[in-house]
C-alpha cells in the first residue's frame, strides 16, 4: 500500500514538473483565487442577517422572551444590557407569532420607518402610510407560514386625535387568506392572538379571519349552535382515534412480525355535560343524636279559686267548719323544639367533557406479511422442480392471501396500549404472496448505451483537457549537413559494402542510396548543395 501511494505521488509530481515555472505559478493563482472566492461566497451567505425583534421594558419580560425563544429554538442575540433582542431576519414571522400568542409585542412600530418626514406631509398622510406599513408587514408575517400561500390584511385604526377616548379604542382587523393546505383552529387562534396583541387589543373581538372559499376561520360562526358543537365534537374524537392509531402502529411495528398494519378504532366518547351530589350523613360513635343545631321552648302556669266579698262585710261570718277547695284550679303549659345536627358530607362530581367509554369502544386490526418468490432463486435451489411445476403454475397455484395465526400477546399488546377490553380487540394476519419473475439481464440494452455514450464524452473532456495543458516540446533544429558528414557516410557505406563505380546508364548500390536520401531528404539535400556553392563561391 504504501508503494502504491508513493508510485501515485510519483505520478503526480511528474505530471506537475512537465509545467513551466510560469504555468505552475498560473496555475497556483489561479486555484487558490477560486478556492478564496468560495470561501468568501459561502461565508456571504450563511452569515445571517440580525434585526431587531424586540426592545424590553424590563428584566421580567426580557427573562420571559428569553425562554420563549429558546424553547422554540430560535437564535438570537442580545445588547449589552440584555433588554434588546436580535435574530436572524428568516425567523422574524415565526418569532412574531410567537410573542404576539403570549400577550407580548414583538416590536414597536414606528412612522420613521415608512414616511421621509417632509414638510409636505400632514398628520393625517403620516397615520394613513402607518396603517399601510402595518398591513402589509402584518400580512407578510402571516403568509410565511406553510399552510398559508397569500394573506390579504385590512386594519381600521381609529384616529389619534389626542384624547383619552381616541387612545382607548380598539383597532379592527380582517384577514383573508388563501391555503395550501388545511389550517387548524389553534393555529388560527395564534394569528387572531397575534393580530389583537399587535394592534394592543385586550381581547380578539375586533378580528375576523376567513379564507378565500368563503369559510370563516375566526369567530367560528357555528361554535354555540347544535351544528358547531357537533363538529367540534366530531373533531375531538377524529384527533383521539388518530392517537389511537399512531399508538397501536407504533407497537406492532416494534414487533418486527409485520410488514404492514392496518387499524380501525370505533371510539366512543361521552361529551354529555352532566354534574352530581352525594350527600354523606354520620354521628359519633356511641351518640344516639346528632350535635345540636338549634332549641326552641315555651311555659306558662296559671292558678284559680272561689274569694269572699270585697270589704270587711265576710269577717263577720259564722261559718265553724272549712270549706272545701275544690273551686280553685291551677294551669301549667310548656312548649319545646329541638333541632339535631349529624356530621354531613357534601360531593359535587362533574363528568368529563369527551371521556372515552373504553367498555363501549372497539378495535380492529389487520397485519400483513409479505412472501417474496423469486423465480431465479427457486429455479436454483430447486424448489420447482421439486413441486413439478413450473413458476406460472406455481404463482396460479398461490396466488391467494394465507391467514396466520395471532398469538393473545399480540392481542394482549393492543389492549393495553388502547385500554380497551380484551374482548373489544380484534387482530387478524395475513400472508400476501408476491412473485418476482426472472430479470434476465441485469441492464437494459438502453442502459448500457447510455452508459457508454457517458463514458465516451467523459473520455473526450478528459483528452482535451490534457492537451490543453500538455507542455509543448520545442522541435529540435536541425544542424546544418556539411561535405564533411556526407563523405564521412560515405566512405562508411563503402566499407561496409564494396561499392562499384557510379555509373550513367547501370545504377550501382550508392547510386540507389543517394537517391533515396534525395526523395527522403530533400531539403537537407538542398541544404547541402547551398553550402557547396557558399564554399565555391565564397
Known sequence: MPEQIQAIINKVLEWWRKFTRRQQVLIISISAVVVVSFIILAVIMTRPTMVQLIACEDGKQAATVKTLLEDEKINYQTSEDGFTFYIDEKDMPRANILLGSNEIPSSDYSINNVID?????????KQKRYKVYLEDKFAKDIQNLNMVEKAVVTLNIPDDDGTIISRNQPGWSSVMLTLSAPISDETVQAIAKTMATNLANETTDNITIMDTDGNLLFPNANIDTAAGVASANQDARDKARAEIVKR???????TNLYDSVSVGVNLSMNFDENSYVDYDYSVDEGRTEGY???????????????????????????????????????????????????????????????????????????????????????EKDGTLEEAGQTFDEFVKANSNPVQQEVSDDIVEVVARTTGFPTTN?????????????????????????????????????????????????????????????????????????????????EKSEARLLIEKFVDEKPEAVAQLLRNWLNEDWG
Open 425 to 505: 380487540v380484534k387482530v387478524v394476519a395475513y400472508e400476501i404472496p408476491m412473485f418476482q419473475y426472472s430479470e434476465g439481464l441485469p441492464f437494459e440494452i438502453t442502459d448500457i448505451l447510455q452508459i457508454v455514450l457517458a463514458f465516451l464524452i467523459f473520455l473526450m473532456l478528459g483528452f482535451v483537457v490534457f492537451r490543453s495543458l500538455k507542455v509543448e516540446e520545442e522541435e529540435p533544429v536541425e544542424q546544418e549537413l556539411t561535405i564533411d558528414d556526407l563523405i564521412a557516410s560515405t566512405a562508411q557505406e563503402e566499407e561496409e559494402d564494396e561499392l562499384e563505380d557510379i555509373g550513367y546508364l
Open 248 to 254: 397501536v402502529t407504533t407497537v406492532l411495528d416494534g
Open 117 to 125: 418626514g417632509s414638510f409636505s406631509t400632514t398628520e393625517a398622510d
Open 292 to 378: 345540636l343545631d338549634s332549641e326552641s321552648g315555651s311555659s306558662s302556669t296559671s292558678t284559680s279559686g272561689a274569694g269572699g266579698v270585697p270589704g270587711t262585710d265576710s269577717n263577720d261570718d259564722d261559718t265553724t267548719y272549712v270549706m272545701e277547695d275544690n273551686n280553685q284550679t291551677e294551669t301549667s303549659t310548656e312548649e319545646f323544639e329541638r333541632d339535631y345536627l349529624p356530621d354531613e358530607r357534601i360531593t359535587t362530581h362533574k363528568d368529563e367533557i369527551g371521556k372515552q367509554v373504553l367498555d363501549d369502544s372497539s378495535i380492529s386490526v389487520t397485519c400483513k406479511k409479505f412472501a417474496i418468490y423469486n423465480q431465479d432463486k427457486m
